[in-house]
């Protein structure tokens, strides 16, 4: 297999773990805005950390960062979902959700102090 296709098996065993794992806790929560909200975030999280604090090989960041973390969020949803609430309620959870996300992105980011 040749690196192209290695790298777009990383990426697409990644997105269908992240996928189903997005999946999964919104079956478990039973609530989309919720389960939505929780994915996001944690998922940024998870995505910065990676990304930030962990040295990861090529093969690794496209599997968790790129297939794991790209399938598991989900940017889609959280505009179908903010459309069946009211536009102070959309615009509060559309809000917060990106405000928490870059406040996780720019904490992890910050270097560590020794």
Not at 26 to 54: D, K, P, Q
Not at 99 to 109: E, F, Q, T, Y
């Amino acid at each position: 297999m040749n690196i192209k296709a290695r790298h777009l098996a990383y990426v697409s065993l990644g997105g269908v773990v992240g996928s189903l794992s997005r999946w999964a806790i919104a079956e478990l929560i039973n609530s989309g805005l919720i389960a939505t909200f929780i994915v996001n975030i944690t998922g940024v999280a998870l995505a910065g950390i990676l990304l930030y604090r962990v040295n990861l090989s090529t093969e690794q960041r496209l599997f968790l960062v790129t297939g794991f973390c790209g399938g598991f969020t989900t940017f889609s949803a959280l505009d179908v979902g903010a459309l069946d609430v009211s536009i102070v309620t959309a615009g509060f959870y559309v809000t917060a959700t990106v405000l928490i996300s870059l406040a996780i992105l720019r904490v992890i980011r910050k270097p560590v102090s020794k």
